[in-house]
């Protein structure tokens, strides 16, 4: 990843999880690499005078040595694209109050 890039984002949660990305969603590859000659990338710009301090973002990672990666992140967001209508009516559902789903109830009957 490009952390000189003004889109560059990295977070780190309480577990010590680090996650890092692009937050116009335009690293095909991520976490591990931008698109060459991105048309996005802006240089991240620092005003004069500060000073930099201990939260320093972190190094990206080392990319794996396989091939193919944004074609196994497409198919991964494919996977999770084709459960999330489902799993959305199973939390409408859920969140229904208990008069609305006896009152649909008597209407099927």
Known sequence: MRVDCKHYESRTYSDGEVVQKCQLDLAPEAPWR???????????LVGPGW??????????????????VAELLDD????VNAV???????VEKE???SWWRRRIGRRRA
């Open 84 to 90: 999330v209508p489902d799993a959305l009516d199973e």
């Open 76 to 79: 991964a967001e494919d996977i």
């Open 95 to 97: 969140q229904r109050p």
């Open 51 to 68: 000073v930099q301090g201990s939260l320093v973002p972190h190094a990206p990672e080392q990319e794996p040595p396989a091939e193919g």
């Open 34 to 44: 931008c698109p060459d000659n991105c048309s996005a990338f802006e240089p991240r």
